[in-house]
């Protein structure tokens, strides 16, 4: 989704809206300083766990009625689809105790984080801006594209399509408060997509960064 390589890992990371994704405990197990905030982590494992388990037969319900909304490549089946996610939720709950004692795992929520500016190298939201475009409006876009620039050196944002299919109605006005803000914005091309015709990124290097 952000086309890391290995120097782009080096540094302290913010995810932002991870969720119950294993993106910080397999980063973690690799040696890499990742910190994950989303309001969810104010639960326990177990609710989290319980919840998952509570939603999961509606989740791929959802993904079997829009199948023709999604690319099955690299994922191949609904089934696939079900099977990585839980694997990928087993994952980070089997890490979550142990990240929360290491304040990897931060009950935080955009607009605004209680971090000093600067303090990340690199800040990923992935599932969150642009795709909740409805349910997010564009000046809560505009405030947590900012709050993410402050906290962070460069930001990455996936996917730039909003839910339904279509490019977010909010990206060209978020591309130019950046950049009149100073940053330096750029659109790039992943090697992932999955949401059909999603497979570009948002990269913000910050105007001092
Ligand atoms: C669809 S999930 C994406 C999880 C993960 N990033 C991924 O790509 O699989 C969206 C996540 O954003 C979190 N979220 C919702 N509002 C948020 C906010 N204001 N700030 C940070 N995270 C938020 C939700 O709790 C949820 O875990």
């Known amino acids: 989704m ?39 982590y104010t639960f326990s494992s177990s609710d989290i766990k319980a919840r998952i388990a509570a939603t999961y037969e509606q989740v791929i319900e ?32 089997d890490d979550y105790p142990a990240g929360m004692i290491e304040g990897r795992y931060l009950n935080l929520q955009l607009p605004s984080l209680p971090f000093p500016d600067g303090d990340f190298d690199l800040a990923l939201c992935s599932h969150l801006l642009f795709l909740y475009s409805r349910q997010l409006d564009e000046a809560f876009h505009h405030f947590s594209l900012l709050e993410l620039c402050r906290v962070a050196k460069e930001v990455r944002v996936f996917p730039l399509f909003a839910l339904g299919g279509a490019i977010s109605p909010h990206l ?38």
């Open 2 to 40: 952000f086309s890391l390589t290995g120097a782009d890992m080096v540094g302290r990371i913010l995810g932002c809206g991870d969720g119950p994704a294993s993106f910080n405990a397999e980063a973690t197990r690799r040696g890499n300083k990742v910190v994950s905030c989303d309001p969810i």
């Open 62 to 93: 959802q993904a079997r009625q829009n199948q023709n909304e999604f690319v099955w490549e690299a994922i191949t089946s609904v089934e696939e689809l079900g099977q990585i996610r839980m694997a990928a939720m087993e994952a980070f709950l």
């Open 172 to 209: 060209d006005g978020s591309v130019e408060m950046l950049r009149a803000a100073g940053h330096q914005v750029s659109i790039h091309r992943v090697n992932y997509e999955f949401q059909r015709g999603a497979c570009e990124m948002l990269r913000i290097q910050r105007a001092d960064g």
